[in-house]
């Protein structure tokens, strides 16, 4: 599979607690973006990294969230803490390039948390 | 910040209708992209464009950039049951110094055989 791949597919959490959510992005793919769905709502965007830099973080709650994407192994969304509120959708997406005509990105089947 | 709105919101079709649905923005976007989503999936990239004026097919599927980079629609021709999910444009904000990408409200689409 070539896709990107994202794990745990499910992931239950008591208050409290921490969320690890990993990804990989697509073969040849450095840049990876972070999303997070609500129910019944569109993506919103969070985070957007490249291997070992946070390009852009505008999404990112203030506290408790934090990314990176080391230079060897998956990109890591850390939720410190978690509260009801962050049950949610997580998404990432990957692509080839930053900048210029190709804007596509290519998601993975993303993590469902829920919190107790 | 930018928005970008869908409508229909919602639509059942009974197989075999075509469908047109449609995206609008307050502000300019360079690109404009279409996402399926199926339930407890991630969004499914069906197309992308580039160009104001462009149209652009995949399959039974039709998409257009908007004259005033404002708007896009997405028209699906002869659907099927699997056409079922719900549909998303996005974009990236005009200007904007990285590619994080805008995503509409949503469309669902229910095809009944």
């Known amino acids: 599979n070539a896709g990107v791949m994202q794990n745990p597919r499910h992931l239950v959490r008591r208050r409290g607690q921490e969320a690890r959510l990993r990804c990989s992005p697509m073969?040849?793919?450095?840049?990876v973006y972070w999303y997070r769905q609500l129910p019944e709502e569109g993506l919103k965007f969070m985070v957007y990294?490249?291997?070992?830099?946070?390009?852009?973080e505008s999404g990112m709650p203030k506290e408790r969230f934090s990314a990176e994407f080391p230079k060897e192994g998956p990109s890591i969304l850390r939720i410190q803490q978690v509260v009801r509120g962050d049950s949610a959708a997580y998404f990432c997406?990957?692509?080839?390039?930053?900048?210029?005509?190709?804007?596509?990105?290519?998601f993975g089947p993303g993590t469902r948390l829920t919190v107790l | 910040g930018q928005q970008l709105n869908q409508s229909p919101q919602s639509m059942f079709i009974q197989e075999g209708e075509d469908v047109s649905m449609n995206c609008t923005s307050s502000?300019?976007?360079?690109?404009w992209l279409w996402y399926k989503q199926d339930p407890g999936e991630g969004p499914v990239l069906l197309i992308a464009?580039?160009?104001?004026?462009e149209l652009t097919s995949n399959g039974r599927l039709t998409a257009q950039f908007g004259i005033t980079r404002k708007d896009s629609f997405l028209n699906i021709s002869a659907s099927i049951p699997s056409d079922v999910g719900i549909y998303f444009c996005?974009?990236?904000?005009?200007?904007?110094?990285?590619?994080?990408?805008?995503f509409g409200t949503g469309t669902l689409l229910a095809v009944q055989p």
């Open positions: 464009l580039y160009k104001a004026g």
């Open positions: 997406a990957s692509s080839p390039l930053h900048s210029g005509l190709n804007n596509e990105q290519f």
């Open positions: 502000s300019i976007f360079n690109t």
């Open positions: 996005a974009g990236p904000p005009y200007g904007g110094a990285t590619n994080k990408l805008i």
């Open positions: 073969k040849g793919h450095s840049h």
């Open positions: 990294l490249q291997k070992e830099n946070i390009i852009d």
